[in-house]
């Protein structure tokens, strides 16, 4: 196994680094961030402005942003310690999470542009009853944030008290320090709207990348830029052997990674915080544009989070990474590295990347709740702007205690597979019900409401009734069950991500609800949102009142 000679060996423990240069190089991102931030603020005048940016940002601009929206301490911490610890099968996220792509570029992303203004509700409003699909829409919306919000919650926490040296038995200090990042996430999007999170997201999503490119080539130099080289001293290192060259050390079940693998490539399309960003740029052109740019700079750093993953391996002191701590595989590799400086700076961008995904998912969800809900449906349409906006901030403040507490209670768990299950509501809640509203003539509001209700219903309480909350067996190493909840054994279902079942369910229930209904959409309806979808005509007038 090649070592670096010079290298600090870092403890399996949690002090690591400089307490101080640590602390130093985090409120020194955050006060470059909160400049951006208030200076964003200046500018937003109109609920435009509040939810979407103004539509100000080119498609390049926002592809950066995007690929900051997507590049949560999942894709940085989870995959990565995934990698490092389960080889083979760590890198099948990536791999799914990049081909979802495909899927939001060719089915989703021009035509949301073209047919809505702020939210996923108005694209289902378009030819339906406003009142019922637009809380059907908030409902889901207000879901998937919070099992995405778990999963950044549960890095941060994790991040911090690394950086903080707090013991993973201190539970008091964990739960403190992600009420600090959720406090740092409601000013962030209080402050500056949409435009001020754009910004943060475009902020971190170069320095995560540049970050990963810096250590990628600093791992590769060491293995002589020899990619199988550098596996076969990750193989050495493991106490997996070479298995963790190879599939099925963690998914063991080929119908366990089925049903992951599905979750994974179809939930991008219906993320509702990745849907939102269509409607920051100008025009259905630039919409597109947008997504180009975010594939490329998504798979390139995706390919990084291989070699971290392996290098973190093949590097570390056998038995530093385990399944208790393997968020922190990329921080630990970085001071294997560079010692306490670039583990400074290294967690520094990941703890941004923490912060710009909560705020993006924060200023959706809340958005969704006053613009759908609020606005449409308990005052019909006759809110101000300036009431929408101020509801959406108030949602905002419930929605960051509500992130806290989940957090909390997420604490320890991979991030990678928590943000897999958020996937797994969306693909189940939402993706059907916009697919059948923009391609099927005959989709009716009763279809929508079974599409996502039950959906979201299924998906919900297979992922309750799951292994991934109760019923794993405990680790001996760690004493710790590898399910979210210790201690008790209340599961049905046999697979740890509910995608298998959940998502042909929510197809079927929309059609089934379509023909229940028994009432046709006007055609021209139809027709208005197939034309205005395809082209983008008339958009632009809707947009703009």
């Not at 599939?247 to 366990?256: E, H, M, V």
Request: aromatic share 10%; hydrophobic share 55%.
């Amino acid at each position: 196994m090649t070592v670096l000679a010079q290298a600090p060996t870092p403890p399996a423990a949690t002090a690591v680094g400089d307490v101080g240069l640590n602390i130093g190089i985090f409120l020194a991102f955050v006060a470059v961030t909160l400049v951006f931030v208030y200076r964003a603020s200046r500018t937003n005048r109109t609920a435009s402005d509040y939810y979407a940016a103004g539509r100000a940002f080119t498609g390049p601009q926002n592809g950066v942003a995007i690929a900051g929206d997507y590049l949560s301490a999942a894709s940085f911490l989870g995959i990565a310690g995934a990698i490092a610890l389960n080889g083979y099968d760590g890198f099948l996220y990536s791999i799914g999470f990049l081909v979802a792509w495909l899927v939001a570029l060719l089915l989703v992303a021009e035509l949301l542009r073209n047919t809505g203004k702020f939210t996923m509700g108005d694209v289902l409003a378009f030819r339906m009853r406003q009142r019922p699909v637009r809380a059907a829409a908030a409902t889901s919306t207000l879901v998937v944030s919070f099992f995405y919000l778990l999963a950044q919650m549960a890095g941060a926490g994790g991040l911090i008290a690394l950086l903080l040296q707090i013991p993973t038995s201190n539970t008091f200090g964990q739960g403190a320090v992600i009420a600090v990042v959720g406090i740092l996430m409601i000013i962030y999007v209080l402050v500056g709207g949409m435009k001020g999170t754009t910004y943060v997201q475009i902020i971190k999503a170069v320095l995560l990348i540049i970050g990963a490119a810096v250590m990628t080539v600093w791992v590769l130099g060491i293995a002589g830029f020899n990619l199988s080289s550098l596996l076969g001293d990750a193989a050495a290192a493991s106490p997996k052997g070479e298995a963790v060259l190879a599939p099925g050390l963690q998914y063991t079940n080929p119908i366990d990674f089925v049903s992951l693998g599905l979750a994974l490539v179809l939930g991008t399309a219906g993320l509702p915080h990745i849907l939102m960003r269509f409607y920051t740029v100008p025009t259905a052109k630039e919409a597109r544009r947008s997504v180009v740019w975010a594939i490329w700079l998504i798979g390139l750093f995706y390919l990084f989070t291989l070699v971290l993953g392996y290098g973190a391996a093949a590097l570390l002191p056998p038995g530093t990474i385990t399944s208790a701590n393997q968020n922190n595989a990329a921080p630990l590799l970085a001071y294997q590295l560079g010692g306490e400086v670039l583990l400074g700076i290294i967690s520094a961008i990941a703890f941004a990347t923490i912060l710009a995904v909560v705020a993006g998912l924060t200023i959706t969800a809340s958005a969704s709740f006053a613009h759908d809900v609020y606005a449409s449906v308990i005052k019909r349409g006759q809110a101000s702007p300036d009431s929408e906006v101020r509801v959406a901030r108030m949602t905002a403040l419930v929605i960051g205690v509500v992130a806290i507490a989940g957090g909390i209670v997420a604490n320890g768990q991979n991030i990678a597979f928590l943000v897999a299950l958020a996937f797994a509501v969306a693909a189940s809640a939402n993706l059907p019900t916009i697919l059948y509203s923009l391609f099927w003539k005959k989709f009716n509001t009763t279809g929508a409401l079974f599409s996502i209700y039950g959906g979201l219903a299924i998906c919900i309480i297979l992922i309750v009734f799951s292994p991934a909350v109760s019923g794993k067996p405990v680790n001996a190493a760690t004493g710790r069950s590898a399910s979210m909840l210790q201690g008790v054994d209340f599961h049905w279902f046999p697979l740890d991500n509910p995608g298998l079942v959940s998502i042909p369910a929510s197809f079927l229930l929309g059609v089934i609800g379509t023909y229940v209904g028994g009432r046709r959409v006007e055609e021209g309806k139809f027709a208005e949102m197939e034309v205005r979808s395809l082209t983008g005509a008339g958009s632009e007038k809707a947009i703009s009142h």
